[in-house]
C-alpha cells in the first residue's frame, strides 16, 4: 500500500466524533444478555448475517462501475477518462473492481463506514484506490469543518481519504448496524451454539424428560418420560 499522506494537525479541534467513542456509547466489545460477545466481523458466523452480507455486497459489486461524460447528443462512456479503467477495472494492484466494491459493502454494512486511501502521483492524477479497515480509522472534526482522518494512530489527510459513511446520527460517521443490533444476533448465536452442543452431545431432540411433571398430571410411563 501506498505510503499514507501526513497531515499535520490542526491547532484547535470541537465536536470529536471517533468511531469508538460511538462504539463505546453503544456498549460495543461488551457480552450480549445472552452471554455472547458480537463484534462486526463475528457476527458472520450467524448464518443469516453472513446471508445478508453476501447477499447486498455481491450484489452491490455486481454492478458495472462507469464514467460518463455529457455530449451534444446527450451522454456517452468516457473511457478515456483516468478514473475510467480504476473503477470499471481495477482500483488498485491487488483488486478487480468486483472485489472492491464487494468489499467496501460489507465494510458498509458491518462497520457503518467505508474508507479508501487515495494514491496520487505528482500531478495530483488518481493512480489507485486502496481499502482501508474501518476499525482502525477514528474522525475528527476540525474548528473550520473539515474531517480528520487518523488511522493507525497516523494522522492522514482529509483529501487523501475516500470517504463513504453509511446511516449516522452526526452526518460524519455512519453506525455499525451490527452493533445497533448486537442483542438479537447475540441470541441467534447462542441458540446456534446451544443446539450444535447439544446434537454433539448425542442429544436427539425427540423428547424430554419429566418424571415430576408427568406425576403431577397424573401421566405414568414405565421410564418417566412424556413423548
Do not use: C
Amino acid at each position: 500500500m501506498a505510503l499514507l499522506t501526513r497531515l499535520l494537525s490542526p491547532q484547535v479541534r470541537e465536536q470529536r466524533t471517533s468511531m469508538a467513542d460511538i462504539l463505546k456509547a453503544m456498549g460495543g466489545g461488551a457480552a450480549t444478555k445472552a452471554g455472547v460477545s458480537v463484534t462486526p466481523e463475528g457476527s458472520l458466523a450467524y448464518t443469516a448475517v453472513l446471508a445478508g452480507v453476501r447477499i447486498l455486497a455481491e450484489s452491490v459489486a455486481s454492478l458495472p462501475a462507469l464514467v460518463y461524460e455529457r455530449s451534444a447528443a446527450g451522454r456517452r462512456r468516457a473511457s478515456g477518462h483516468g478514473l475510467y479503467g480504476l473503477l470499471h477495472d481495477a482500483p488498485n494492484r491487488r483488486q478487480t473492481s468486483f472485489e472492491f466494491f464487494e468489499l467496501g459493502m460489507a465494510h458498509l454494512v458491518l462497520w457503518g463506514n467505508f474508507y479508501a486511501e487515495i494514491e496520487r502521483n505528482g500531478r495530483g492524477q488518481v493512480l489507485a484506490l486502496w481499502p482501508l479497515r474501518p476499525d482502525r480509522m477514528a474522525v475528527d472534526v476540525a474548528t473550520d469543518g473539515r474531517r480528520v482522518y487518523t488511522y493507525e494512530n497516523e494522522p492522514v489527510a482529509d483529501e487523501a481519504i475516500l470517504h463513504v459513511a453509511g446511516l449516522g446520527g452526526d452526518g460524519i460517521v455512519g453506525y455499525s448496524l451490527i452493533r445497533l443490533v448486537r442483542e438479537a444476533i447475540g441470541l441467534g448465536l447462542a441458540t446456534q451454539q446451544f443446539g450444535a452442543t447439544v446434537f454433539a452431545n448425542g442429544g436427539s431432540g425427540d423428547r424430554v424428560e419429566a418424571p415430576r411433571y408427568a406425576e403431577r398430571q397424573g401421566i405414568h410411563s414405565g421410564e418417566g418420560i412424556v413423548e
